[in-house]
């Protein structure tokens, strides 16, 4: 691995070496296998003129015996090499979607900028799976290599000018497989970027169904999909004409071989050089070699696909993360005085800002861009450019990323839910196990905090009801009420949500924003809304007008100061 991330070589020897017992083995049984068979047609001849020949019925019986024996050995190779390296395959698959998945999801970020989340899928997917087929290949080349070798020194054992023919025209036809390969290679690697194009846009349209019907864009949805669509079926189109001008190239060269060490072989035997038991051998370990050599072909066709595959996880892998993790580390006991001293980023402009412990702050943007923009420095995701993020009085970009967001959790407006149980979706950020005894009270408090529990009642089996991916099962307003329990359950020393309540009616809205007051009471809470139910509740707000601070005051006395205040809020 290099110091500044793997590249698509690293990944595959990785792949190779990570998995190095059972690809031995395998390899070694494999080869064993394809030599067993390459002597097979040997051990025919050697029938042909020990027994067969001399009308020798004990030695046949005995040359018949050790046919068989050398059959039940073959066949105990194939199948355990075969296991073998299909294990070492899918491992290898296995580790890497764990690397690729622990990449996407470290602290630090980094990746979002490689393409949306169904490009990364598919990475995780087809490419971990091809790059894992690599031990496959591997297992092969060796048993095709076995093959060769095996056959070359029976050939050369037969006639010496036979064996010749072998020996060297081999390594010809590996350079010459080699040499194919590489358009198959660049296709590939088009073809996989294409695919995971298509898998990213069917992912985004999938997300928002609901949104392209409510305005009537299915049309343009459709044609967007179309576009990608047809870009990576031409994209396989390309690289399966590759793998079958490839494939078919290999064949044919390797039948003008064949023929050539059977025509050979043939004029020996009518010269009288070899016996009959040799021709027969030597016609055999011809047609024996077709499927060694098909092999060859088959394996720089993996290989070209697997350096394709693994150059592309390496893009992953090698990306850096958008912020590093700092030297310090958090205090002992966190107290939740989050400051912000001329913070500029993005659409913020020399922004000062501070809760002090246990309060809780209203922030609103006239601007829809500036609240992402303040999230994502108050939850590290990114930097500002210039100012500082300080919480109880330790810059942001001196801690570790993970460290901040174990006391600092920013809730964003559009959060998702997870497959499984209402009950599980909200517990899934708490301290302890749902199931215990402590927990159980705070996540029933949390619930009713955000009115979750009315959506518990609604549901045929209550909180144990199982939710769907993304929680598409349930209403807009209800999944905001269980991803809003699901924050209030983490009991995070200091608490940002962004609009928590935008799909839910005005009563329940009330009745949330008394409820959450009390709920986070003695604990930083910072609310980056423009609800006036939500703001009515906060101890003052902060209102951001053109990316700077603006005016600073409880919401009825902004409201009585400032036109724009009223009609970010009311409009």
């Excluded at 630090?108 to 087809?126: D, F, K, Q, R």
């Excluded at 010809?172 to 590939?188: A, K, T, Y």
């Excluded at 009330?510 to 609310?527: K, Q, S, V, Y």
């Amino acid at each position: 691995m290099g110091a500044e991330g793997p590249a698509g070589q690293d990944v595959l020897r990785h792949a190779v070496r990570g998995q190095r017992r059972d690809v031995a083995l395998s390899s070694l049984l494999a080869a064993g296998h394809q030599a067993g068979e390459a002597l097979i047609p040997v051990l025919i001849g050697l029938v042909i003129d020990r027994a067969v020949a001399r009308s020798d019925g004990a030695a046949l019986w005995w040359w018949t015996g050790v046919l068989a024996i050398a059959y039940i050995g073959l066949s105990f190779s194939f199948r355990t090499g075969a296991r073998l390296s299909e294990r070492a395959a899918v491992a290898a698959s296995h580790e890497l979607r764990i690397a690729l998945v622990g990449r996407v999801l470290h602290p630090g970020g980094g990746t979002e900028a490689l393409g949306l989340p169904g490009a990364l899928v598919n990475t995780a997917t087809e490419d971990a799976k091809r790059v894992g087929a690599v031990n496959v290949a591997v297992m092969e080349a060796a048993a095709a290599l076995a093959a060769l070798g095996v056959s070359a020194a029976a050939l050369l054992w037969i006639s010496v000018p036979l064996g010749l023919v072998v020996l060297l025209g081999t390594p010809l036809l590996l350079w010459l497989g080699h040499l194919l390969s590489g358009p198959l290679e660049r296709r590939s690697e088009a073809e996989q970027e294409r695919a995971g194009q298509a898998s990213a846009v069917a992912a985004d349209l999938v997300a928002g169904l609901r949104v392209l019907k409510g305005i009537g864009a299915e049309s343009a949805a459709v044609a967007r999909y179309r576009s990608a669509s047809r870009a990576s079926l031409a994209a396989t189109l390309r690289a399966t004409r590759a793998h079958a001008w490839q494939k078919g190239m290999t064949l044919g060269l390797t039948g003008v071989f064949i023929a050539l060490v059977a025509l050979i072989g043939g004029r020996l035997a009518a010269a009288g050089d070899i016996t009959l038991g040799g021709l027969v051998s030597a016609v055999g370990l011809a047609l024996f070699l077709l499927g060694p050599l098909e092999v060859v072909g088959w394996v720089n066709a993996e290989f070209a696909q697997g350096r394709s595959s693994a150059a592309r996880i390496a893009k992953v892998l090698a990306a850096p993360p958008a912020v590093q993790p700092g030297p310090d580390g958090l205090p002992v006991t966190v107290r939740g005085h989050v400051r912000l001293r001329g913070v500029s980023y993005a659409g913020l402009r020399d922004v000062d800002l501070e809760a002090s412990p246990g309060e809780l702050l209203g922030v609103v943007a006239v601007d829809p861009a500036d609240a992402p923009a303040l999230l994502g420095c108050l939850g590290r995701v990114a930097d500002p450019d210039t100012g500082a993020v300080e919480l109880d009085g330790v810059a942001l970009t001196a801690l570790d990323p993970a460290e901040i967001r174990r006391v600092l959790l920013v809730a964003g407006h559009d959060a998702d839910l997870f497959g499984g149980t209402l009950a599980g979706n909200v517990s899934a950020a708490a301290r302890h196990s749902p199931d215990s005894a402590a927990e159980l009270p705070r996540i029933t408090a949390a619930m009713a905090a955000a009115g979750a529990d009315e959506v518990a009642e609604a549901l045929p089996h209550g909180a144990a009801t199982t939710v769907t991916e993304r929680g598409r099962s349930l209403s807009g307003g209800q999944r905001q009420r269980v991803a809003l329990a699901r924050a209030l359950a983490a009991e995070a020393p200091v608490l940002v949500l962004h609009d928590p309540t935008t799909a839910v009616d005005t009563v329940t809205e009330a009745r949330i924003a008394g409820a959450l007051r009390d709920f986070r009471r003695g604990r930083t809470t910072i609310l980056v809304t423009t609800s006036p139910a939500l703001l009515a509740v906060t101890d003052r707000v902060v209102f951001l007008r053109g990316g700077r601070v603006t005016d600073t005051a409880p919401h009825a006395r902004l409201v009585q100061r400032h036109e724009s205040y009223r009609t970010a809020v009311f409009a």
